[in-house]
């Protein structure tokens, strides 16, 4: 089986090449959702302060590590600051309490949610996180929902450019000209809602044709065609053998015509809940 590869971030630390989504796993079916995808073989969990589980995330990391004896530094764990939280000040505060949430040394990848742009605070907050990184309380700081303009607005602002930009991504919605600007940037692009939820096109021929020649699932057909693409998909399920499955993906690769054709499926209503980051906001 194929290792599938590593990202190495723009500040020289690296992420898994697919990650375990957890919204929303909430209570002791979470912590216990969390600690059978790290024993599948996950090493990056993604979680948010609005999603009201980082204790459950901390929890389930904690004693995944406590069982195995594997060192802290191989699971990376990420969370996101609010819209609420976007003033510099209270910024700062919020990487603080999601610290203490998860119960963990430090934070790997803190990520501002959405950019909530009529907001104007967006540049407040990616200070904070870059304060943040330098007092060691986060170890990578990214962004999530950016659309390229914002991206260069920041960089510009503080000269940091974000490792992640974590984005609405699936054959529905592939953002083909947003990962461009990631690629020019040097920001690695997370998906979040990979496989496209209700809408996920397990049917479509480029995607079923591509499953039974493969000899694979529709759904590890899509992760598959994000690896191969760069991204890093976060998947969630509470299923242990979906989440063994959701990451099994070194065994078989798609050809370029396959990832064309998946690539295709591309439509300009594409996005799952019309959450356009220039106008949807999220507090």
Request: glycine residues 8%; contains cysteine.
């Amino acid at each position: 089986m194929e290792a599938l590869p590593t990202h190495v971030l723009n500040d020289d630390h690296s992420l898994p090449s697919v990650g375990f989504g957890t919204y929303p796993l909430v209570g002791e079916q979470g912590t216990a959702a969390v600690r059978s995808a790290l024993e599948a073989g996950y090493r990056l969990v993604d979680s948010a302060v609005n999603y009201e589980n980082e204790g459950v995330v901390g929890r389930g990391v904690r004693e995944f590590l406590a069982a195995s004896g594997l060192d802290r530094s191989e699971v990376t764990v990420q969370t996101k600051l609010p819209g609420r939280h976007h003033d510099y000040e209270r910024a700062i505060a919020s990487g603080y309490e999601s610290l203490a949430r998860l119960g963990l040394d430090r934070i790997d990848v803190l990520l501002i949610h959405w950019p909530n742009p009529s907001r104007g605070l967006y540049l407040e907050a990616w200070r904070a996180l870059v304060e943040l990184r330098e007092r060691g309380v986060a170890r990578s700081i990214g962004v999530s929902n950016f659309p390229a303009r914002l991206l260069r607005e920041i960089i510009a602002d503080t000269g940091v450019t974000p490792a992640v930009n974590q984005v609405e991504m699936h054959p529905l919605f592939p953002q083909e000209e947003l990962r461009a600007a990631h690629a020019d940037l040097g920001i690695v692009t997370q998906a979040w809602s990979p496989l496209g939820k209700r809408q996920a096109p397990f049917e479509a021929p480029a995607v079923a044709d591509a499953a039974a020649r493969c000899g694979v699932s529709p759904a590890q057909v899509i992760l598959r065609w994000h690896v191969q693409l760069g991204s890093v998909p976060l998947p969630k399920s509470a299923t242990p053998e979906r989440q063994v499955a959701n990451l099994a993906l070194g065994s078989f690769s798609l050809d370029e015509e396959e990832m064309r054709a998946i690539s295709a499926l591309a439509r300009p209503d594409g996005r799952l809940f019309g959450g356009d980051p220039e106008t949807h906001e999220e507090m």
